[in-house]
């Protein structure tokens, strides 16, 4: 099939893409597969409260699925280091992890010694472990509770760290509703010299009620206005919000920026979310859709 230049890179993006899901019920994984193409990324959120058991359990049913876990490990959730290497000892031996997405996790204290996920990073347990692809958060609107020059500080310290104890580092932005913050992001990475490759974050198909207060809970903070720009009605706040003109602003600059994928955030909508990146991956957004669209055939 010949698709047009900004078609063909939206299909890129698509077929690079991941997706996290948050769900309490393992037995949901097993739908997954009929849902996305095999080998795909899917990311596990340690969400507070989450027992370890559950990110296991849900980890070793997506491998047996024929899908990839990729675990968040949230730093301030672990009493020790000790903690942190038998959990993914765990993760490599009965799920076969061998990605894990390092946060700093949302918990006001910390359980143990860390405070940071530099922190847990140091500690030189991913390569102990033999897991040596790590992803860590990039935040495109900045951090709601950290400076900037203290993220780049971080940032650039994780990738000392990982260039001298051979790791391979990733991005995973927090999603964001205006693409141009991200490329200015992007772009502000690369003047820096930073060369890690990027999953840039997207927020799934949802109504804008949803989103609104996925963004609040997750400290979005000025893109929040392309959602909430219109008049507010219930009809509004129902209606359905889709990834598309994010995706088809960011694609025409995704390879030269270092964009390696999407990174899709479900919001407990797993299957509406697969669906748009099937559709996505099969030349079905294109640059003259609507960005409602694709939403409602999920």
Not at 194 to 202: C, F, I
Not at 225 to 242: D, E, I, T, Y
Request: aromatic share 6%.
């Amino acid at each position: 099939m010949d698709l047009g230049h900004a078609t063909a890179g939206i299909v890129r993006l698509a077929r690079n893409a991941s997706i996290e899901t948050s769900t309490r019920n393992v037995a949901e994984v097993n739908g997954y597969a009929r849902m996305l193409p095999p080998g795909s990324d899917v990311y596990i959120t340690f969400l507070p409260g989450t027992p370890y058991h559950h990110i296991l359990s849900t980890a070793t049913r997506l491998r047996q699925v024929g899908l990839n876990p990729v675990p968040h490990l949230a730093a301030r959730r672990f009493a020790s280091a000790a903690a942190v290497a038998d959990f993914l000892a765990r993760l490599r031996d009965e799920a076969g992890v061998t990605r894990v997405l390092l946060v700093a996790g949302d918990s006001d204290a910390a359980a143990g010694p860390f405070d940071s996920s530099l922190q847990v990073l140091e500690t030189g347990v991913f390569e102990a472990c033999g897991i040596r692809s790590i992803g860590v958060a990039g935040y495109p609107e900045g951090h709601r509770r950290i400076p900037q020059q203290a993220l780049d500080d971080a940032l650039e310290r994780k990738i000392r760290y990982a260039e001298a104890h051979r790791l391979e580092l990733f991005v995973v932005s927090q999603f964001c509703f205006e693409p141009q913050r991200v490329l200015d992001w992007l772009g502000r990475l690369r003047a820096r010299g930073v060369t890690l490759p990027v999953r840039v974050g997207v927020a799934g198909p949802a109504t804008v009620r949803t989103l609104l207060a996925y963004a609040l809970r997750c400290g979005i903070g000025a893109s929040m206005k392309a959602l909430g720009s219109q008049p507010v009605s219930l009809n509004r706040m129902l209606a359905r919000h889709g990834p598309d003109d994010f995706t088809r602003a960011i694609a025409p600059r995704a390879a030269e920026l270092g964009v390696t994928g999407l990174h899709l955030f479900a919001f407990g909508n797993f299957a509406d979310c697969a669906q748009w990146i099937r559709d996505a991956a099969a030349g079905r957004i294109g640059p003259e859709k609507d960005s409602t669209e694709s939403a409602a055939r999920g």
